[in-house]
């Protein structure tokens, strides 16, 4: 599977718009870019996932470039509860792959 | 989003002793649980795939003996950790993929079972 890299950490703003990049240089033509978010002492949760094009739900959007070698998930409006672990995983389309979890990032939304 | 539960959610048990670690899909089908394990401070590292009526596949590492995984029916799982010591001392987290043929299936995650060992 495809490697993602994130930065370990990052502050944001109460009420702004929280970006949160991922690099992800050698993911494959059949590979997703999913993300999810670990608050903690809790089992991860589901954000959004996406394959080439972007995508926007109730939770966030996800940005990812053109030739697909990076992605940026955006949450509009942060809020203390968004304080939590992001991950950012690369998962082949073929039935039967795994989630394989990094480092992710550590968000921290500061009033 | 679907919904995975686990039971129970904190346990404490002597060491050598077997501790069985429950996990269901409440709202769907699921052919494929993971069971992931974590430790303080570090990411999630998966232990085993387990489909419904098959043997589970250990990652690199998991002793099958030890943590025995039993995925009986497509809404239940379940881990036993055998003969426990305090290094199994963990937070155990299961994840279920929802069973629509054709689509890509999207994993949910149980609240996880924090387990100290004494």
């Known amino acids: 599977d495809a ?5 370990p950490s990052m502050d944001c703003a109460e009420g702004r718009a929280a970006n ?4 992800h240089s050698t993911i494959s033509g059949n590979e997703y870019v999913y993300w999810y978010r670990q608050i903690h ?3 991860p949760q ?6 080439k094009n972007n995508e926007t739900n109730e939770m966030a959007s996800l940005i990812i470039t053109e030739d697909r070698k990076s992605s940026t998930l955006i949450l509009p409006h942060a809020t203390l509860r968004d304080t939590a672990v992001y991950y950012c995983i690369v998962r082949p389309k073929a039935a039967g792959n795994k989630l ?6 550590r968000v921290l939304v500061k009033p | 989003g679907a ?3 686990q039971h129970p959610s904190r346990v404490i048990c002597k060491s050598g002793t077997s501790v069985k670690i429950e996990c269901r899909s409440l709202d ?12 303080p401070k570090q990411s999630l590292m998966l232990m085993a795939t387990s489909n419904e009526g098959s043997k589970a596949t250990y990652e690199q590492g998991v002793e099958k003996d030890k943590f025995l995984i039993n995925h009986a029916s497509l809404t239940l799982s379940t881990l036993t950790v055998t003969s426990a010591h305090p290094e199994d001392s963990s937070f155990y987290i299961c ?14 995650f149980g609240p996880g079972t924090r387990l100290l060992v004494l």
């Not at chain 2, 769907?28 to 430790?39: D, E, L, V």
């Open chain 2, 95 to 108: 994840s279920a993929r929802d069973r629509i043929a054709g689509v890509m299936e999207t994993q949910y």
């Open chain 1, 20 to 23: 949160l990049p991922c690099n």
């Open chain 1, 41 to 43: 002492s809790q089992g």
């Open chain 1, 46 to 51: 589901y954000i959004i996932h996406g394959l």
């Open chain 1, 3 to 7: 490697k993602t890299t994130q930065p």
């Open chain 2, 28 to 39: 769907f089908q699921a052919t494929t649980m993971f069971w992931y394990r974590q430790f």
């Open chain 1, 100 to 105: 394989t979890f990094g480092g992710g990032t």
């Open chain 2, 3 to 5: 919904v995975v539960s």
